[in-house]
């Protein structure tokens, strides 16, 4: 049975921390909050730290977070972050990493906090070196380093991370040179709003990759990040289509809905069902209702059952951990 997550964003502190308690006590498998230097978030490696300690059960994560430039993150500093939350969570922390997209307005955003934003060549260069540097670091090495990007001299970690010898790296990756990264170096894979079709591709992909590299292919989860409007009716499911289009500024033939999750519980779970075919593990909800908890709670209650395999239930966490 495929693990369901749910993503998180706002800089509603209360309704988080109750979002958060909910989708832990609910059990689903993880609970992610951005970063980066968007309107709609706080400081997202302050908000994991809040994360950790307001949940028991679900793994935790950024949505994805980013290391293309020391002002961004430097290695040595998320290095830190993570053992952190890891040790604050006992143990739960995935490390989400992203290349981060090619587009002007991103480009523009991480521009405007004075952060330069460098070729998509670049980004992926310097996270490979990034996630090089951060493991070392969890080791528990001393660290030199005198890279294109990131320089170390004796740098080392004290503490060290609960798990070892290190959290899970996930990596976000649609594009061949990020495909490549990913099949060398991570333990977790993750797409975003694509068809099953569209996932079964990237995944076979990805095999090719981890071929290239010599590893197996159940060497790396593989998880997609999509939206939910779980809907009794039409009706129902008309009004929050309108609103998820509106806050989106999409419109209803964006490629963002033809890959949601939309319908009633039994077309859901039967979508779903399409996407663990396509070799997904993990699917990353983000539901349409958010901060609001109704959504979710229904998701756990009617769909949730509906993909249960044979055996006990284990809520919505289908396979433990992960990578």
């Known amino acids: 049975m495929i693990a369901l997550g749910v993503q998180t964003w706002s800089t509603d502190v209360a309704a988080l921390q109750r979002y958060w308690r909910a989708a832990d006590e609910l059990g689903f498998a993880r609970i992610t909050y951005g970063d980066g230097p968007w309107d709609f978030l706080h ?35 998320l290095a830190r972050r993570a053992v952190t939350v890891d040790q604050l969570s006992d143990g739960r922390l995935d490390l989400r990493l992203a290349v981060g997209a090619t587009d002007v307005r991103v480009a523009a955003a991480w521009e405007r906090h004075g952060v330069r934003y460098p070729t998509a060549g670049e980004r992926v260069a310097a ?52 495909l490549a990264l990913t099949a060398r170096r991570a333990d977790g894979w993750e797409a975003s709003y694509v068809t099953p079709a569209g996932f079964e591709a990237l995944s076979a992909r990805l095999d090719d990759q981890l071929a290239t ?51 009633d519980a039994e077309q859901i779970a039967a979508r779903v069902a399409r996407y663990a075919a396509a070799g997904a593990t993990d699917l990353m909800l983000g539901f349409a209702d958010f901060p609001a908890t109704g959504m979710l709670a229904r998701f756990a209650r009617d769909v949730v059952p509906r993909l249960a395999s044979p055996g006990p239930r284990r809520g919505c966490e289908a396979q433990g951990g992960s990578a």
């Open 43 to 77: 400081d997202g490696w302050i908000a994991l730290g809040a994360l950790a300690v307001a949940t028991r059960r679900a793994r935790l994560g950024p949505a994805v977070t980013y290391a293309f430039d020391p002002v961004a993150h430097h290695p040595a500093g």
């Open 127 to 178: 996270l490979d070196e990034t996630i090089g540097l951060v493991r070392a670091l969890w080791r528990g090495e001393t660290v030199d380093a005198d890279g294109p990007r990131f320089r170390l001299r004796g740098a080392r970690l004290a503490a060290r991370p609960v798990q070892r010898p290190g959290p899970p790296v996930w990596v976000a990756a649609m594009r061949p040179r990020a």
């Open 213 to 263: 590299a010599g590893r197996p292919r159940a060497a790396v989860a593989r998880s997609l990040e999509i939206d939910v409007i779980l809907a009794d009716s039409t009706g129902e499911r008309d009004v929050w289509t309108r609103r998820f289009c509106a806050e989106r500024a999409v419109d209803p033939s964006h490629v963002v809905l033809e890959t949601a999750l939309v319908g």
